[in-house]
Structures are given as structure tokens and as C-alpha cells.
């Protein structure tokens, strides 16, 4: 904000104050045209946002996919085995799935 009183005390007015001062007086004095520039700025800005992409990162296929099942602590091997045998059953029966493969269990530990 200018200080009125500085420019006061001085007899002039900061080059800012007498800028902002002339910018006002036009916006008081045409009203009709800040208000079609402010428009025309915001129509601009909609078409050039408008022709932006919209996704942060490229679409993303690797024509693979990981499925993953987690079973309670203690679960027997051959329990997971049975659970991975079915989830693996149910997945050829997809169209378009041509491989599928499991691991069943992991290391003590491994976590």
C-alpha cells in the first residue's frame, strides 16, 4: 500500500502510487471494457487449459498383471497351494489371459 501520508509530506506521490491511481480511475471510468478484458482472459485461459492433457503420466500397459493373496499367519502349505490352484483356475478363465503363474509361500521371515 502507498503511504498517502509519505507522498503528502513530500509533495509527490511514489511512482507506484500515481500508477496505481491512473489504473484505477480507468477501471472506474470503463467499466464495460475491464470487464470484457477480464472475459476475454478467462475465455482464453479456458481454451488453453482445454487443449492440455489431463494424465500426469503416459497410459501405462504392460500387458501384465501381479495378483497377490494373503492368507492368515500359520497357514499350511498346502492350503496356499489349494488357494493358488483355484485363483489360478478362475484367471485362465478370463479372456485374453494366455500365461499365468504363482508362487506359493515365501522364506521364514520375508516379510
Request: charged content about 20%; glycine content about 10%.
Amino acid at each position: 500500500m502507498c503511504s498517502t501520508r509519505r507522498a503528502a509530506s513530500a509533495g509527490r506521490a511514489c511512482p507506484g502510487c500515481r500508477s496505481a491511481a491512473a489504473v484505477s480511475r480507468f477501471s472506474i471510468a470503463h467499466p464495460a471494457h475491464v470487464t470484457g478484458a477480464l472475459l476475454a482472459t478467462f475465455l482464453c485461459s479456458a481454451v488453453i487449459l482445454g487443449t492440455r492433457g489431463t494424465a500426469f503420466l503416459p497410459p501405462f500397459n504392460e500387458g501384465s498383471a501381479q495378483v497377490n493373496i494373503m492368507l492368515p499367519p500359520g497357514s499350511s502349505l498346502e492350503t496356499s497351494d489349494a488357494f493358488g490352484r483355484r485363483l489360478e483356475a478362475l484367471l485362465t478363465e478370463i479372456d485374453g489371459v494366455a500365461h499365468v503363474a504363482r508362487r506359493t509361500g515365501r522364506a521364514e521371515g520375508d516379510e
